[in-house]
């Protein structure tokens, strides 16, 4: 066992994924060494040590195992199942209608890049960091806002206000966010000061310090919705990032700002309204952030929208889509010819910065999209995370097929928080009739709902909890490796 792992009594699990093993009672009275808990790549393990300090290791069938902990359960493994070094994360929560996702990099830090609309974010986190035991508190988090739909930060409500043991529950350092501190009211200029310049509409005075977002609550604060409202509940820092301005990386992970991407008018950074419409503006503005471990690229943006995908594709390549797409439907063969060369290479362009290996679905699987755009991202695998009982229909059928038709390999990985949980969001837990206590519910969507990617740099898994444990194990495990001698990733199905 690695040395590392002895001095810290604990380490993670190897890829893809590894069995605590214990002696189990069959039916017939025999005992047999079975598994009882599944881990998947990167989960932690703990050493279980004997009086002397050490680890405790024992011998089956001429196979030496060592005693750990992991998932709440204690068992046996082999010692080359535990690796000393921790790994990347990302945990889509399924919040239900809206975004959630929990990235923890590999020295640690931890992210909280959207939380829904409910508390199902909370609940995730209370589950993760055992919030029910006395003492227990998270590490330092910062927090990503992509953009002022409720349905993005609405869930932060209950994380920024909880307390436990006579303290804020959540240590949050800083909160990213788009610029935009939205306010109440329907018209675009609730998203800051709207200016026209040539014909076009442009939101400014975009707030990307802590002195701005004060100066801009302490005007008009009658006018405060619930977005200012949330943002209230925490003392952290409030940021505004947009593409140009330092990147969030850490020391292992690259985290690269791509959107929004602003315009200098009258010289002050200022974001086009779309549209005229502020829910297109402030969607087609949504925080785009692309990670980068080693060789593995993922990209979570947001709720973008078509015309900002192609504002987007515009600051990047150059290409002017609704252009070239006019000229698709010229009667002259030659130009709709060179339109369509024109466009190819735009996407060509657009790759070298977009395209990515995991990919989180923009608006829940919208069929407000461009195929030029899905086709820059060109991605492996895409993630949906969508809700039950919405009136969207996300994702939608033809939303599906795109991301289908412009994915790499020959089959192509959709995942979807909707779907990995197919039980009711509830449950309602049957009242004890000798006590007084009423009817309580259970949420399944921490357990069932969550897809699970993880990632050294060069292997990855995706990974969703069955909702019936089965012979091979407790999970859908989904594997992609990168093949040196092709230069690429590849995915593996069985």
């Known amino acids: 066992m690695d040395q590392k792992i002895i001095d810290n009594k604990h380490g993670f699990a190897i890829f893809p994924s590894v069995k605590i093993m214990n002696f189990v009672t069959d039916d017939d009275g025999t005992k047999k060494l079975k598994w009882v808990k599944h881990l998947i790549f990167g989960d932690w393990i703990g050493l279980n040590l004997g009086a002397d300090g050490q680890p405790v290791y024992e011998v089956h069938n001429n196979i030496q195992y060592v005693n750990v902990r992991g998932r709440n359960c204690s068992g046996l493994i082999e010692p080359h199942e535990i690796q000393p070094n921790r790994i990347l994360e990302l945990n889509f929560v399924d919040v239900g209608q809206g975004d959630g996702c929990h990235v923890v990099t590999p020295e640690n830090k931890h992210y909280i890049i959207d939380a829904g609309v409910s508390d199902n974010m909370f609940r995730y986190l ?9 003492g ?12 002022s ?14 307390t436990k043991e006579g303290r804020k529950t959540f240590n949050i350092k ?8 939205e306010k109440s009211g329907t018209h675009p200029s609730t998203l800051g000061t709207l200016i026209t310049s040539h014909n076009k509409s442009y939101i400014t ?6 002195a701005d977002y004060q100066a801009r609550i302490t005007s008009q604060p009658l006018k ?8 209230q509940k925490t003392t952290a820092e409030k940021i505004g990032i947009w593409a140009g301005l330092p990147d969030l990386d850490t020391d292992s992970t690259k985290m690269e700002i791509l959107g929004p991407v602003t315009q200098d008018i009258f010289g002050k950074a200022a974001l086009p309204v779309f549209d005229s419409n502020k829910g297109k503006t402030k969607n087609g503005h949504s925080v785009i952030l692309k990670l980068t471990v080693g060789k593995v690229k993922m990209l979570l943006g947001g709720d973008l929208n078509e ?7 515009k600051h990047y390549t150059g290409a002017d889509l609704p252009v070239l797409r006019k000229g698709l439907k010229l009667p002259d063969p030659a130009q709709r010819q060179n339109a369509e060369n024109a466009i190819r290479a735009a996407v060509l362009q657009a790759r070298t910065v977009f395209q990515t290996d995991i990919a989180k679905s923009c608006h829940h699987g919208s069929s407000d999209f461009t195929s030029e755009f899905m086709d820059a991202l060109n991605p492996i695998a895409t993630v949906i995370s969508s809700g039950d009982e919405e009136p969207h229909c996300h994702p939608r059928p033809d939303t599906l097929g795109t991301i289908g038709k412009y994915s790499r390999g020959l089959r192509s990985l959709i995942f979807s928080t909707e779907l990995a949980r197919s039980t009711p ?3 309602k837990k049957t009242q004890n009739t000798n006590t007084a206590a009423p009817i309580t519910k259970e949420r399944l969507v921490t357990v069932y709902g969550m897809i699970n990617m993880r990632t050294d740099g060069e292997k990855i898994i995706i990974a969703q909890k069955l909702e019936a444990a089965a012979d091979r194990g407790a999970w859908d495990i989904h594997e992609i490796t990168w093949n040196s001698v092709l230069n690429e990733f590849e995915y593996h199905f069985f």
């Open 205 to 210: 005075d975009l707030c990307q310090s802590e």
């Open 174 to 181: 800083k909160v990213y966010h788009n610029g935009m501190v």
């Open 425 to 427: 969001e509830f449950l």
């Open 126 to 134: 209370r589950w993760r960091f055992n919030l029910n035991k006395a």
């Open 224 to 231: 405060h919705g619930q977005y200012i409202k949330m943002l």
């Open 136 to 147: 227990n508190f998270p590490p330092p988090m910062d927090v990503v806002i992509s953009h």
């Open 149 to 162: 739909d409720e349905d993005h930060y609405a869930g932060f409500t209950k994380i920024f206000e909880h």
């Open 307 to 313: 015309p900002a995908e192609d504002h987007l594709m």
